[in-house]
């Protein structure tokens, strides 16, 4: 396996192979993060795994500074699954301008709803990184993970609007054995919040449930807050949306997405559980 620690290297290695899938991440990697990398290897030979902590991506009060960086854990785990090549570039060598100068790619009705209304400009961060791997990987596919549903429809939506050459590949999300989506984040949870946590995926389950007898969402989505609120959360949002745009729920479309947003303690969690509407069929 390659490490590339510079747009100079990815560049020569990539001149030399045919067709590469991409998985980006922000290392500090678990299971879920490597059933990604699973996911590539099935579809193509030469898998690229991009390791950056993206600086754009971070709102002023978040953890960009504390957020885990565990690089030679990281190879390890990627070498031992047999990814071709690791790229691990410098924020100088992404943002060779600065962050202030550089030009931002902003995918406008799906960005500023939901996590984008909690967290202002991360969609665009999000977008910005992507935009500019694609372009110096130059993949035929990215895998992504589903449990970061807005980001992936902001994904697709920008590959789309830009005419991307690349397949957006939504793989499921990998859980706990309690349900707890797993994620970087969860690492901030004592065992007593990790358990506590689960809550959160009951919670969907339980809505999910419910909506095949009612398509009340307002009540729904209250009920499900105050479900999250006596498990010990504070809410961010809980919202029934329309799977492919994120926009409101109505009774007339055929797939829903069920997305929250919650903190245990200081730590936001998010999670989402897709629900078909057979009645609209």
């Not at 899938?21 to 290897?41: E, F, I, Q, R, S």
């Not at 939901?114 to 999000?126: I, N, Q």
């Not at 902001?154 to 991307?164: A, F, H, K």
Request: hydrophobic residues 40%.
């Amino acid at each position: 396996m390659r490490v590339l620690k510079s747009l100079a290297e990815l560049r020569k290695w990539r001149q030399q192979q045919s067709e590469v899938a991409l998985v980006p991440t922000m290392g500090n990697l678990h299971d879920g993060h490597l059933h990604l990398v699973k996911t590539a290897l099935e579809r193509c030979d030469n898998v690229v795994v991009s390791i950056f902590v993206n600086p754009m991506q971070f709102g002023a009060n978040e953890d960009l500074d504390s957020y885990p960086r565990t690089l030679e854990a990281d190879c390890q785990a990627l070498d031992a699954l047999g990814v071709s090549a690791v790229f691990t570039p410098q924020v100088s060598d992404v943002y060779p301008r600065g962050l202030d100068k550089q030009t931002r790619i902003e995918v406008p009705g799906i960005s500023d709803i939901l996590c984008g209304a909690s967290r202002p400009g991360h969609f665009t961060g999000v977008a910005t990184i992507v935009c500019k791997l694609f372009n110096m990987v130059q993949p035929q596919l990215a895998v992504f993970g589903e449990k970061d549903y807005q980001q992936l429809q902001v994904i697709r939506l920008m590959t789309q609007d830009l005419s991307l050459p690349v397949e957006v590949l939504g793989a499921p999300t990998q859980r706990e054995t309690s349900g707890l989506a797993m994620s970087s984040r969860n690492g901030y949870l004592s065992p007593e919040q990790k358990q506590q946590a689960a809550a959160l995926y009951r919670t969907l389950q339980k809505t999910k449930v419910e909506l095949s007898v009612s398509t009340n969402f307002s009540e729904l989505e209250k009920a499900a807050e105050e479900d999250l609120s006596q498990a010990g959360f504070v809410p961010d949002y809980f919202s029934i949306r329309n799977a492919k745009d994120l926009q409101e729920a109505t009774a007339e479309d055929t797939e829903w997405v069920i997305l929250a947003a919650a903190f245990m303690g200081k730590t936001r969690l998010i999670d989402n559980l897709r629900v078909s509407n057979t009645s609209a069929r």
